[in-house]
């Protein structure tokens, strides 16, 4: 590998590279646009643009493009070339201020939920300036925000952006309160913790479900699984540490922060974990990295998958979001710190976060939900559906010591009131973890476990950014017009623990009683996306939403049918691929092995001598009424996704698939799955889960 710290960033155009090789005032004028949002004079803008497109070139750039995040989950890109010709019959490369602020893909293509009709294609993508532009395959990448033609956001950054800003301004208000004058912005960071899958290329192809679904539907168990935790922290395999460590160069080379990598428990399944860096560079970041991961793995003539649930049985991925909020002085607000105006601090914020997640379980819920999720969540191996809040033993007992106005002893202190507490360091030492809790504090950040690996973690941090920020207008709101800021502060922080502790939860979310004890609480218990999608579009959600400028009303309602549409068509695409592999893959290969079997034992019957087919006629009499019963099975699947009952509304679709066509799916899976365990690998048509997952070495 080569030089590390001359390899990282070398293909992004970062703050460095600006400072050395634009003009100060233009740089200064940048550097304004890029901290305080102040409009960008497109004079300077052509500067830019003629600068980045130099050092472009230098990298061996031909193209430039746009590069945006619509509501497909994944990113866009359309390429233009730096050419124009010169009038002699040769060319010239130019890149202008107007190319680099704004692009004109067409809106119609993209997923909007109703926003833009099939003929009204016109949409805009803007220039994110507070993301740097970086090469990727020659190409000059433009961070952008896209939307339509009237204005209304297509895409995941643009939300993103906007709950940002108003996090920003609340939690501002927040620090002002506390005589905090010299930080100007708060700053959401986010440190997501990628899970995904590697097998072998070759045989991913031979799996129909895999390439069509991102997921296998069909698969016996092995004789071999997770059992003996001997993956998880295990030694890399060669094989992988290759494709770790050439993935860790494409991802340096583009600033992107990746820091930890280890196998994690299922057998082929590994995670990669980087730095924490802004809310929207780390969304930036997350895209590239699941983009890179996959091409790297080709080269390596492996696959990787991505989708939460893969293989049934073993663990599914998922992507950690670690969470927290940091002044751009750069003090951390979840940081308990040693002084008492910062104990005080820490302690507010801790309850604005306590009352948001409370009041917004929802919302949190939504921000997750998808097909591919659903079977991951709460099956044991990742958080439930049920949103709760660890925060550890120690804390809970100092919130728990406020609330009753009592003392806070430990070892050979006495923590008093809010205010003069000299509040311990933790959790780092002084506290446990906690890995099935879908929302847990982990020292001076929150650890949101509950994202899917394929998710954008744009939707997760815009509720959390929002949330938030409503929880601590409210507290500023209060603050702001008490006469004694100290007892009202000390109120406050008493009042929202009391009201919200019900969300903190410090045992084991995977207990089959905590689902009874959380319904005592009153918590929400969303099982599935077409559960929890109703509340996106409540009116107090949607009022949220307007409130803080994050999403309109159009734009709630747009995001609602999306993700429904995705879910649906997500599952349609899964019951037809099911189908056409039981015809076309499994039934063909029992008829095989049948066909053997009868053959078989007619020969041992001509031979005479009493020879014994007890074998083969045990395995007909199994395989024959098991065919049967399959091949009825998959006709029914198939009829209820070809004749779909005329429905007046997306809700009412979702659910018959979630109700008619995934629970077919389920009893159809059984027989396909009990047929293969029968079938020997002359037979079987695609790679068994035992093949897919322990033959990369």
Known sequence: MNNVPEIFGSMVFSDGVMRNRLPKAAYKALKETRDNAKQLDPKVADVVAGTMKEWAIEKGAT???????????????????????????????????????????????????????TFEARGYTAWDPTSDAFIKDNTLCIPTAFCSYGGEA?????????????????????????????????????????????????????????????RTLFGAKPPKGQELDDHYFGVIKPRVKAFMNDLDEELWKLGILAKTEHNEVAPSQHELAPIFTTSNIATDHNQLTMEIMKKVATRHGLTCLLHEKPFDGI??????????????????LLEPGDSPRQNAQFLLFLAAVIKAVDEHQDLLRISVASAANDHRLGANEAPPAIVSMFIGDDLAEILKSIECGKPYVQKDKVFMEIGSDILPRFPQDTTDRNRTSPFAFTGNKFEFRMVGSTASIACPNMMLNTIIADTLCGFADELERADNFQAALSSLIKTTIKEHKRIIFNGNNYAPEWIGEAEKRGLLNLRSTVDCMPYYIKDENIKLFEKYNVLTKTEVYSRYEIQLENYYKQINIEALTMADMINKDILPDALACMKDLSSVAVNKKQLGGGISCEYEESMLKKLSPLSGSLYKEAETLKASVEKVPEFTDIMSEAK???DVVLAQMEKTRKLGDETESLLGSKYLSYPTYGDLLFSVV
């Open 315 to 332: 663990n599914g991925s998922g992507k950690h979001n670690n969470w927290s909020m940091s002044t751009d002085t750069g003090e951390n």
């Open 656 to 658: 018959y698939y979630h």
């Open 63 to 117: 193209h430039f493009t746009h590069w945006f995040q619509p509501m497909t989950g994944i990113t866009a890109e359309k390429h233009d070339s730096f050419i124009c010709p010169d009038g002699d019959g040769k060319v010239i490369m130019e890149f202008s201020g107007k190319e680099l602020i704004k692009g004109e893909p067409d809106a119609s293509s993209f997923p909007s939920g109703g926003l833009r009709a």
């Open 154 to 214: 297509l895409d995941k950054k643009t939300p993103l952006l906007r709950s940002m800003a108003a996090i920003d301004r609340q939690a501002m208000r927040i620090l002002r309160l506390f005589g905090n004058k010299t930080a100007k912005h708060v700053i959401t960071t986010v440190g997501p913790e990628q899970e995904y899958f590697l097998i072998d290329k070759a045989m991913y192809e031979k799996r129909k479900d895999l390439v069509y679904t991102g």
